[in-house]
Protein backbone atom coordinates (compact mmCIF):
# COMPACT_ATOMS: atom_id res chain seq x y z
CA UNK A 1 0.00 0.00 0.00
CA UNK A 2 1.45 3.57 -0.97
CA UNK A 3 1.85 5.94 2.10
CA UNK A 4 -0.12 8.76 2.85
CA UNK A 5 1.94 11.08 5.16
CA UNK A 6 0.80 13.52 6.80
CA UNK A 7 3.19 16.68 7.54
CA UNK A 8 5.22 15.73 11.49
CA UNK A 9 6.38 17.72 14.08
CA UNK A 10 7.87 16.04 17.10
CA UNK A 11 6.10 15.66 20.35
CA UNK A 12 7.26 14.86 23.24
CA UNK A 13 4.82 15.26 25.91
CA UNK A 14 4.34 12.38 26.60
CA UNK A 15 7.25 12.39 29.36
CA UNK A 16 5.27 14.48 31.39
CA UNK A 17 2.27 11.93 30.60
CA UNK A 18 4.56 9.25 32.25
CA UNK A 19 4.98 11.19 35.22
CA UNK A 20 1.94 12.80 35.89
CA UNK A 21 -0.91 11.19 38.58
CA UNK A 22 -3.38 9.16 36.79
CA UNK A 23 -7.08 10.66 36.23
CA UNK A 24 -8.76 9.83 39.40
CA UNK A 25 -9.63 6.20 39.81
CA UNK A 26 -10.74 5.21 42.93
CA UNK A 27 -14.01 7.61 43.32
CA UNK A 28 -17.09 7.10 41.37
CA UNK A 29 -16.69 9.26 38.04
CA UNK A 30 -14.51 9.23 35.16
CA UNK A 31 -12.40 6.90 33.92
CA UNK A 32 -9.39 7.39 32.21
CA UNK A 33 -8.49 4.65 29.06
CA UNK A 34 -4.99 4.90 27.64
CA UNK A 35 -4.71 3.06 24.51
CA UNK A 36 -1.08 2.82 22.87
CA UNK A 37 -1.35 1.69 19.70
CA UNK A 38 0.88 0.85 16.61
CA UNK A 39 -0.11 -0.26 12.97
CA UNK A 40 2.11 -2.19 9.74
CA UNK A 41 4.81 -3.13 11.79
CA UNK A 42 6.00 -5.28 9.21
CA UNK A 43 8.42 -7.17 11.41
CA UNK A 44 10.49 -4.17 12.37
CA UNK A 45 11.52 -5.20 15.60
CA UNK A 46 14.59 -2.62 16.50
CA UNK A 47 12.29 -0.55 18.48
CA UNK A 48 10.36 -2.82 20.20
CA UNK A 49 12.65 -2.53 23.72
CA UNK A 50 11.62 1.36 23.59
CA UNK A 51 7.93 0.30 23.31
CA UNK A 52 7.92 -2.12 26.02
CA UNK A 53 9.97 0.87 28.12
CA UNK A 54 7.14 3.27 27.36
CA UNK A 55 4.45 0.68 27.93
CA UNK A 56 5.78 0.12 31.18
CA UNK A 57 6.45 3.34 32.30
CA UNK A 58 2.84 4.83 31.77
CA UNK A 59 1.25 1.17 33.55
CA UNK A 60 3.40 2.28 36.41
CA UNK A 61 1.02 5.51 36.84
CA UNK A 62 -1.83 4.65 35.21
CA UNK A 63 -4.22 1.23 35.88
CA UNK A 64 -5.90 1.18 32.21
CA UNK A 65 -3.45 0.85 29.79
CA UNK A 66 -3.99 -0.62 26.67
CA UNK A 67 -1.78 -1.79 23.69
CA UNK A 68 -3.26 -2.17 20.34
CA UNK A 69 -1.41 -3.30 16.82
CA UNK A 70 -4.23 -2.16 13.72
CA UNK A 71 -2.68 -5.30 11.53
CA UNK A 72 0.47 -6.26 9.32
CA UNK A 73 2.95 -7.62 11.94
CA UNK A 74 4.61 -9.61 9.58
CA UNK A 75 6.65 -9.74 5.96
CA UNK A 76 9.42 -7.19 5.96
CA UNK A 77 12.51 -8.63 8.03
CA UNK A 78 14.02 -11.98 7.56
CA UNK A 79 14.84 -12.59 11.10
CA UNK A 80 11.25 -12.55 12.02
CA UNK A 81 9.88 -14.22 8.56
CA UNK A 82 12.35 -16.16 6.79
CA UNK A 83 13.27 -18.69 10.05
CA UNK A 84 12.24 -21.90 10.51
CA UNK A 85 9.10 -20.98 12.55
CA UNK A 86 8.32 -18.15 10.51
CA UNK A 87 6.93 -15.43 12.16
CA UNK A 88 7.41 -16.26 16.25
CA UNK A 89 10.08 -13.41 16.89
CA UNK A 90 7.73 -11.16 16.60
CA UNK A 91 5.22 -12.97 18.33
CA UNK A 92 7.31 -13.01 21.37
CA UNK A 93 8.45 -9.72 21.45
CA UNK A 94 4.70 -8.18 20.96
CA UNK A 95 4.11 -10.72 24.19
CA UNK A 96 7.25 -9.57 25.87
CA UNK A 97 5.55 -5.65 25.21
CA UNK A 98 2.40 -6.75 26.67
CA UNK A 99 0.17 -6.61 23.79
CA UNK A 100 -3.41 -6.43 24.42
CA UNK A 101 -4.99 -6.83 20.50
CA UNK A 102 -4.37 -6.63 17.45
CA UNK A 103 -6.34 -6.26 14.36
CA UNK A 104 -5.54 -8.74 11.24
CA UNK A 105 -4.06 -7.39 8.43
CA UNK A 106 -3.77 -8.70 5.06
CA UNK A 107 0.30 -9.84 5.31
CA UNK A 108 -1.04 -11.64 8.83
CA UNK A 109 -2.20 -14.19 5.44
CA UNK A 110 1.55 -14.53 4.26
CA UNK A 111 2.76 -17.22 6.98
CA UNK A 112 0.32 -19.31 5.16
CA UNK A 113 -3.28 -20.32 7.32
CA UNK A 114 -0.71 -22.83 9.47
CA UNK A 115 1.41 -20.78 10.35
CA UNK A 116 -0.72 -17.90 11.58
CA UNK A 117 -2.53 -20.37 13.26
CA UNK A 118 0.44 -20.96 15.25
CA UNK A 119 1.31 -17.61 15.71
CA UNK A 120 -2.05 -16.96 17.14
CA UNK A 121 -2.03 -19.44 19.97
CA UNK A 122 1.56 -18.26 20.41
CA UNK A 123 -0.52 -14.77 21.33
CA UNK A 124 -0.79 -13.31 24.69
CA UNK A 125 -3.76 -11.15 23.24
CA UNK A 126 -6.83 -11.90 20.41
CA UNK A 127 -6.78 -10.93 16.74
CA UNK A 128 -9.92 -10.02 15.49
CA UNK A 129 -11.80 -9.45 12.67
CA UNK A 130 -15.49 -9.01 11.73
CA UNK A 131 -15.65 -9.32 7.80
CA UNK A 132 -13.29 -13.34 8.20
CA UNK A 133 -15.53 -16.24 7.47
CA UNK A 134 -13.14 -19.21 8.14
CA UNK A 135 -15.39 -22.30 8.95
CA UNK A 136 -14.36 -23.73 5.37
CA UNK A 137 -10.51 -23.09 5.67
CA UNK A 138 -7.75 -24.22 7.79
CA UNK A 139 -7.89 -20.58 9.58
CA UNK A 140 -8.88 -20.91 12.84
CA UNK A 141 -12.22 -18.93 12.60
CA UNK A 142 -11.21 -15.23 14.58
CA UNK A 143 -13.72 -12.85 16.54
CA UNK A 144 -15.40 -10.39 15.23
CA UNK A 145 -14.70 -7.98 18.28
CA UNK A 146 -13.33 -8.25 21.63
CA UNK A 147 -14.27 -6.21 25.26
CA UNK A 148 -11.86 -4.52 27.66
CA UNK A 149 -12.31 -4.01 30.87
CA UNK A 150 -11.23 -0.99 33.28
CA UNK A 151 -12.29 -1.82 35.96
CA UNK A 152 -16.57 -1.81 35.74
CA UNK A 153 -16.64 -0.52 32.47
CA UNK A 154 -16.36 -2.70 29.04
CA UNK A 155 -15.58 -1.33 25.84
CA UNK A 156 -16.33 -2.94 22.95
CA UNK A 157 -13.42 -3.25 19.93
CA UNK A 158 -14.33 -4.29 16.49
CA UNK A 159 -11.84 -5.37 14.14
CA UNK A 160 -12.09 -5.54 10.39
CA UNK A 161 -9.85 -5.98 7.19
CA UNK A 162 -9.31 -4.17 3.83
CA UNK A 163 -10.24 -6.48 0.55
CA UNK A 164 -8.85 -5.57 -3.16
CA UNK A 165 -10.36 -5.73 -5.82
CA UNK A 166 -10.16 -8.96 -6.04
CA UNK A 167 -13.02 -9.58 -3.16
CA UNK A 168 -9.69 -10.43 -0.64
CA UNK A 169 -7.16 -9.03 1.42
CA UNK A 170 -4.05 -7.99 -0.58
CA UNK A 171 -2.19 -11.78 -0.24
CA UNK A 172 -1.49 -14.03 -2.45
CA UNK A 173 -4.86 -15.96 -2.96
CA UNK A 174 -3.50 -19.53 -2.69
CA UNK A 175 -2.61 -18.33 0.96
CA UNK A 176 -6.43 -17.73 1.48
CA UNK A 177 -8.13 -20.71 0.49
CA UNK A 178 -11.51 -21.69 1.97
CA UNK A 179 -11.97 -18.14 3.79
CA UNK A 180 -14.90 -15.85 3.04
CA UNK A 181 -14.02 -12.09 3.14
CA UNK A 182 -17.16 -10.13 3.30
CA UNK A 183 -17.20 -5.81 3.05
CA UNK A 184 -15.81 -4.32 6.05
CA UNK A 185 -18.16 -1.60 6.07
CA UNK A 186 -21.44 -4.08 5.01
CA UNK A 187 -20.69 -6.40 8.21
CA UNK A 188 -19.60 -3.68 10.53
CA UNK A 189 -22.88 -2.46 10.33
CA UNK A 190 -24.71 -5.62 11.92
CA UNK A 191 -22.36 -4.84 15.61
CA UNK A 192 -23.86 -1.26 15.85
CA UNK A 193 -25.96 -3.34 18.89
CA UNK A 194 -22.42 -2.51 20.66
CA UNK A 195 -22.84 1.10 20.82
CA UNK A 196 -26.08 0.29 22.26
CA UNK A 197 -25.41 -2.09 24.86
CA UNK A 198 -22.26 -0.63 26.12
CA UNK A 199 -22.43 3.05 25.55
CA UNK A 200 -19.25 3.31 23.31
CA UNK A 201 -17.69 1.69 20.59
CA UNK A 202 -14.00 1.54 19.07
CA UNK A 203 -12.68 0.33 15.94
CA UNK A 204 -9.47 -1.26 14.91
CA UNK A 205 -8.71 -1.63 11.67
CA UNK A 206 -6.90 -2.51 8.61
CA UNK A 207 -8.86 -0.60 6.24
CA UNK A 208 -6.58 2.40 5.40
CA UNK A 209 -7.57 5.82 5.47
CA UNK A 210 -9.16 5.87 1.93
CA UNK A 211 -11.63 2.75 3.83
CA UNK A 212 -11.81 4.37 7.30
CA UNK A 213 -13.77 7.81 6.02
CA UNK A 214 -16.54 5.66 4.42
CA UNK A 215 -16.72 3.57 8.00
CA UNK A 216 -16.85 6.73 9.61
CA UNK A 217 -19.36 8.00 7.25
CA UNK A 218 -21.70 4.69 7.57
CA UNK A 219 -21.58 4.53 10.91
CA UNK A 220 -21.18 7.48 13.35
CA UNK A 221 -22.03 5.36 16.58
CA UNK A 222 -18.21 4.48 16.28
CA UNK A 223 -16.15 6.98 18.69
CA UNK A 224 -12.55 6.26 17.24
CA UNK A 225 -10.98 4.12 14.80
CA UNK A 226 -7.50 2.82 15.19
CA UNK A 227 -6.51 2.42 11.87
CA UNK A 228 -3.88 0.99 9.92
CA UNK A 229 -3.34 -0.41 5.96
CA UNK A 230 -2.47 3.02 4.56
CA UNK A 231 0.79 3.83 6.19
CA UNK A 232 -0.96 7.34 7.18
CA UNK A 233 1.58 9.21 9.62
CA UNK A 234 -0.72 11.36 11.66
CA UNK A 235 0.46 14.13 13.95
CA UNK A 236 -3.27 15.27 14.64
CA UNK A 237 -6.46 12.86 14.55
CA UNK A 238 -8.58 13.04 11.36
CA UNK A 239 -11.97 13.65 12.36
CA UNK A 240 -14.90 12.73 9.90
CA UNK A 241 -18.13 13.91 11.86
CA UNK A 242 -17.53 12.94 15.88
CA UNK A 243 -15.85 9.79 14.61
CA UNK A 244 -12.05 9.99 15.39
CA UNK A 245 -9.30 8.71 13.25
CA UNK A 246 -5.67 7.84 14.39
CA UNK A 247 -2.71 6.11 12.42
CA UNK A 248 0.77 6.16 13.42
CA UNK A 249 2.64 5.64 9.85
CA UNK A 250 4.55 2.22 9.29
CA UNK A 251 7.78 0.40 10.50
CA UNK A 252 7.54 0.64 14.14
CA UNK A 253 8.76 4.32 14.22
CA UNK A 254 5.99 5.63 16.11
CA UNK A 255 3.29 4.92 18.65
CA UNK A 256 0.18 6.30 19.32
CA UNK A 257 -1.20 7.95 22.73
CA UNK A 258 -5.11 7.59 22.61
CA UNK A 259 -6.64 8.93 26.11
CA UNK A 260 -10.28 8.56 26.52
CA UNK A 261 -12.48 9.84 29.86
CA UNK A 262 -15.26 7.56 30.05
CA UNK A 263 -18.71 8.88 32.21
CA UNK A 264 -21.90 6.76 32.80
CA UNK A 265 -20.78 4.73 29.99
CA UNK A 266 -19.62 7.07 27.39
CA UNK A 267 -16.86 8.68 26.33
CA UNK A 268 -16.33 12.03 27.13
CA UNK A 269 -13.43 13.26 25.89
CA UNK A 270 -10.72 12.14 23.64
CA UNK A 271 -6.81 12.66 23.08
CA UNK A 272 -4.48 11.74 20.88
CA UNK A 273 -0.71 12.05 20.38
CA UNK A 274 2.17 10.84 18.47
CA UNK A 275 4.85 9.83 20.04
CA UNK A 276 7.84 8.90 17.96
CA UNK A 277 10.20 6.20 19.12
CA UNK A 278 13.40 7.53 18.91
CA UNK A 279 12.58 10.25 21.19
CA UNK A 280 12.08 7.78 23.99
CA UNK A 281 15.94 7.41 25.23
CA UNK A 282 15.48 4.15 27.57
CA UNK A 283 15.07 0.51 26.36
CA UNK A 284 13.58 -2.75 28.20
CA UNK A 285 16.97 -4.77 28.92
CA UNK A 286 15.11 -7.96 28.69
CA UNK A 287 13.40 -7.02 25.12
CA UNK A 288 16.42 -5.49 24.13
CA UNK A 289 18.49 -8.81 24.54
CA UNK A 290 16.02 -10.57 22.64
CA UNK A 291 16.22 -8.43 19.68
CA UNK A 292 19.93 -8.84 19.42
CA UNK A 293 19.49 -12.22 20.02
CA UNK A 294 17.40 -12.75 16.98
CA UNK A 295 19.15 -10.34 14.69
CA UNK A 296 22.56 -12.35 15.26
CA UNK A 297 21.87 -14.36 12.06
CA UNK A 298 25.04 -15.40 11.02
CA UNK A 299 23.52 -17.03 7.12
CA UNK A 300 21.55 -13.73 6.93
CA UNK A 301 24.17 -11.33 7.47
CA UNK A 302 26.31 -13.23 4.84
CA UNK A 303 27.45 -11.26 1.71
CA UNK A 304 26.29 -12.39 -1.70
CA UNK A 305 27.17 -9.18 -3.76
CA UNK A 306 28.25 -5.44 -4.22
CA UNK A 307 26.24 -2.72 -4.87
CA UNK A 308 28.23 -0.16 -6.91
CA UNK A 309 26.12 2.43 -6.70
CA UNK A 310 23.00 3.21 -4.45
CA UNK A 311 20.07 1.09 -5.98
CA UNK A 312 17.55 4.30 -4.72
CA UNK A 313 13.60 4.45 -5.66
CA UNK A 314 11.54 1.78 -7.13
CA UNK A 315 13.00 2.17 -10.68
CA UNK A 316 16.55 1.15 -9.34
CA UNK A 317 15.43 -1.85 -7.15
CA UNK A 318 12.92 -2.52 -9.56
CA UNK A 319 15.12 -3.32 -12.41
CA UNK A 320 17.44 -5.02 -10.33
CA UNK A 321 14.65 -7.65 -9.40
CA UNK A 322 13.10 -7.79 -13.03
CA UNK A 323 17.20 -8.01 -14.76
CA UNK A 324 17.66 -10.72 -12.17
CA UNK A 325 14.51 -12.85 -13.70
CA UNK A 326 15.67 -12.00 -17.14
CA UNK A 327 19.04 -13.28 -16.65
CA UNK A 328 18.58 -16.42 -14.28
CA UNK A 329 15.03 -17.68 -16.31
CA UNK A 330 16.11 -17.29 -19.65
CA UNK A 331 12.89 -14.61 -20.63
CA UNK A 332 12.59 -11.85 -23.05
CA UNK A 333 10.65 -9.61 -20.58
CA UNK A 334 10.06 -9.26 -16.82
CA UNK A 335 7.83 -7.30 -14.83
CA UNK A 336 7.84 -6.41 -11.02
CA UNK A 337 5.27 -4.70 -9.55
CA UNK A 338 5.67 -1.93 -6.99
CA UNK A 339 3.88 -2.85 -4.43
CA UNK A 340 6.27 -5.96 -3.96
CA UNK A 341 9.49 -3.61 -3.73
CA UNK A 342 9.36 -3.18 0.44
CA UNK A 343 12.65 -1.23 1.01
CA UNK A 344 13.57 2.51 -0.26
CA UNK A 345 17.11 1.47 -1.68
CA UNK A 346 20.04 -0.75 -1.50
CA UNK A 347 23.15 1.80 -0.46
CA UNK A 348 26.68 1.56 -2.29
CA UNK A 349 28.98 -1.59 -0.85
CA UNK A 350 27.54 -5.21 0.14
CA UNK A 351 24.55 -6.84 -0.45
CA UNK A 352 23.65 -9.43 2.33
CA UNK A 353 21.26 -11.64 1.65
CA UNK A 354 18.91 -10.71 4.52
CA UNK A 355 18.98 -7.06 2.64
CA UNK A 356 17.01 -9.58 -0.33
CA UNK A 357 14.74 -10.30 1.83
CA UNK A 358 13.85 -6.99 3.47
CA UNK A 359 13.68 -6.28 -0.48
CA UNK A 360 11.36 -9.06 -1.78
CA UNK A 361 9.53 -10.99 1.59
CA UNK A 362 6.65 -12.86 -0.06
CA UNK A 363 7.98 -15.56 -1.00
CA UNK A 364 6.45 -15.29 -4.42
CA UNK A 365 7.27 -17.66 -7.10
CA UNK A 366 8.12 -16.84 -11.34
CA UNK A 367 5.82 -17.28 -13.83
CA UNK A 368 6.77 -17.18 -17.22
CA UNK A 369 3.76 -16.54 -20.12
CA UNK A 370 3.75 -16.58 -24.12
CA UNK A 371 2.61 -13.32 -25.13
CA UNK A 372 1.55 -11.10 -27.89
CA UNK A 373 2.33 -7.62 -27.37
CA UNK A 374 -1.17 -6.95 -27.78
CA UNK A 375 -1.37 -9.22 -24.33
CA UNK A 376 1.52 -6.96 -22.87
CA UNK A 377 -0.03 -3.68 -23.37
CA UNK A 378 -2.88 -5.10 -21.51
CA UNK A 379 -0.69 -6.27 -18.64
CA UNK A 380 0.53 -2.71 -18.30
CA UNK A 381 -2.54 -0.82 -19.10
CA UNK A 382 -4.52 -2.51 -16.12
CA UNK A 383 -1.56 -2.36 -14.15
CA UNK A 384 -1.71 1.39 -14.27
CA UNK A 385 -5.21 1.91 -14.23
CA UNK A 386 -5.28 0.50 -10.64
CA UNK A 387 -3.73 3.64 -8.89
CA UNK A 388 -3.82 5.80 -12.18
CA UNK A 389 0.59 5.58 -11.77
CA UNK A 390 3.00 3.30 -13.16
CA UNK A 391 3.10 -0.22 -11.85
CA UNK A 392 5.10 -2.58 -13.55
CA UNK A 393 8.72 -1.87 -13.52
CA UNK A 394 10.33 -4.01 -16.67
CA UNK A 395 13.19 -5.33 -17.85
CA UNK A 396 14.21 -6.32 -21.40
CA UNK A 397 11.91 -3.37 -23.03
CA UNK A 398 10.96 0.31 -22.14
CA UNK A 399 6.96 1.37 -22.41
CA UNK A 400 5.28 4.75 -21.91
CA UNK A 401 1.57 4.78 -20.75
CA UNK A 402 -0.43 7.39 -22.18
CA UNK A 403 -3.15 8.72 -20.53
CA UNK A 404 -6.89 10.20 -20.66
CA UNK A 405 -7.92 13.47 -19.32
CA UNK A 406 -8.79 11.21 -16.33
CA UNK A 407 -5.58 9.95 -15.68
CA UNK A 408 -6.45 6.61 -17.08
CA UNK A 409 -4.76 4.88 -20.02
CA UNK A 410 -5.65 5.18 -23.16
CA UNK A 411 -2.20 3.09 -25.33
CA UNK A 412 0.97 1.40 -24.67
CA UNK A 413 3.98 2.28 -26.68
CA UNK A 414 6.64 -0.30 -26.40
CA UNK A 415 10.25 -0.54 -27.14
CA UNK A 416 13.44 -2.77 -26.40
CA UNK A 417 16.01 -1.02 -24.57
CA UNK A 418 17.62 0.49 -27.35
CA UNK A 419 14.71 2.12 -28.32
CA UNK A 420 13.47 0.00 -31.26
CA UNK A 421 10.04 -1.03 -31.94
CA UNK A 422 8.78 -5.18 -31.24
CA UNK A 423 8.18 -6.79 -33.96
CA UNK A 424 4.24 -7.43 -34.13
CA UNK A 425 4.96 -10.92 -35.30
CA UNK A 426 6.26 -12.14 -32.07
CA UNK A 427 5.39 -14.40 -29.06
CA UNK A 428 7.93 -13.16 -26.19
CA UNK A 429 8.36 -15.21 -23.22
CA UNK A 430 7.46 -13.04 -19.80
CA UNK A 431 8.21 -13.64 -16.30
CA UNK A 432 5.65 -12.03 -13.54
CA UNK A 433 5.76 -12.86 -9.97
CA UNK A 434 2.99 -15.15 -8.81
CA UNK A 435 1.09 -12.58 -7.15
CA UNK A 436 0.35 -10.70 -10.61
CA UNK A 437 -0.24 -13.96 -12.42
CA UNK A 438 -2.90 -14.76 -9.63
CA UNK A 439 -4.27 -10.89 -8.94
CA UNK A 440 -3.90 -9.04 -11.72
CA UNK A 441 -6.39 -9.21 -14.80
CA UNK A 442 -4.64 -8.65 -18.00
CA UNK A 443 -5.52 -10.38 -21.71
CA UNK A 444 -3.31 -13.94 -22.13
CA UNK A 445 -3.95 -17.24 -24.02
CA UNK A 446 -1.53 -18.93 -22.01
CA UNK A 447 -2.14 -20.30 -18.32
CA UNK A 448 1.15 -19.59 -17.26
CA UNK A 449 4.02 -21.90 -15.92
CA UNK A 450 5.95 -21.91 -12.72
CA UNK A 451 9.52 -21.89 -12.36
CA UNK A 452 9.19 -23.24 -9.29
CA UNK A 453 12.32 -21.04 -7.86
CA UNK A 454 11.00 -17.85 -5.95
CA UNK A 455 11.59 -14.38 -7.38
CA UNK A 456 13.54 -13.78 -4.27
CA UNK A 457 15.66 -16.96 -5.02
CA UNK A 458 16.16 -15.61 -8.28
CA UNK A 459 17.44 -12.89 -7.25
CA UNK A 460 19.75 -14.72 -5.00
CA UNK A 461 21.48 -16.69 -7.68
CA UNK A 462 21.44 -13.22 -10.03
CA UNK A 463 23.60 -11.71 -7.62
CA UNK A 464 25.57 -14.78 -6.91
CA UNK A 465 26.93 -15.04 -10.12
CA UNK A 466 27.59 -11.48 -11.13
CA UNK A 467 29.12 -10.33 -7.48
CA UNK A 468 29.14 -6.75 -8.55
CA UNK A 469 25.95 -5.08 -9.44
CA UNK A 470 25.24 -1.12 -10.79
CA UNK A 471 21.89 0.64 -12.28
CA UNK A 472 22.22 3.32 -15.32
CA UNK A 473 19.89 5.63 -13.69
CA UNK A 474 17.95 5.29 -16.82
CA UNK A 475 13.88 5.13 -16.38
CA UNK A 476 12.16 2.19 -18.02
CA UNK A 477 8.73 3.70 -18.04
CA UNK A 478 7.32 6.72 -18.59
CA UNK A 479 4.06 8.52 -18.77
CA UNK A 480 2.72 11.15 -21.52
CA UNK A 481 -0.48 13.01 -21.28
CA UNK A 482 -2.98 12.23 -24.62
CA UNK A 483 -2.75 15.25 -27.27
Same mark, same amino acid.
Given at each position: ? #???????????? /???????????????? *??????????????????????????????????????????????? =??????????????????????????????????? !???? /??????????????? =??????????? *?????????????????????????????????????? #??????? #??????????????????????VEGDVPLAK??????????????????????????????????????????????????????????????????????????????? =??? &??????? $???????????? !??????????? !???????????????????????????????? /?????????? %?????????? %???????????? *????????????????? $??????????? &??? =? #?????????????????????????????? $????????????????????????? *???
Amino acid at each position: M #KKILVPFILSLS /FILAVTQPAYTQKHKG *PVEVIILHVNDMHAKIDNMAKLAYLADSLRKSHPYIFLFSAGDNFTG =NPVVDMVEDKGYPMIDLMNQCGFNLSAIGNHEFDL !GQEF /FNKRREQANFPFISC =NIDASGAVLKQ *PKPYHLLKAGKVKIPVLGIIQLGDNGMPDSHPSRMTGV #KFTDGIT #KAKEFSWLKDKYGMLLALTHLGVEGDVPLAKAMPQIDVIVGGHSHTTMTAPMMEGNVMIVQTGSGLKNVGKTTLIIDKKKIVDRKYELIPLASVKSSDAAVQAAIDKYND =NKE &LNRVIAV $AENDFTGENALG !GLMTDAVTAIH !GVDISFQNTGGIRIGSIPKGDIMLKDVYRLDP /FGNEVIVYKM %NIAEIQSLIS %NAFNRNKEVDLI *PSGVKYTVVTDQNGLCT $AVKITDVNGSP &LDP =N #KEYTVGVNSYIAASYRFDHRDAGASQFKTT $AQTLIEYLTKVKNVTYDGVARTAVK *PEK
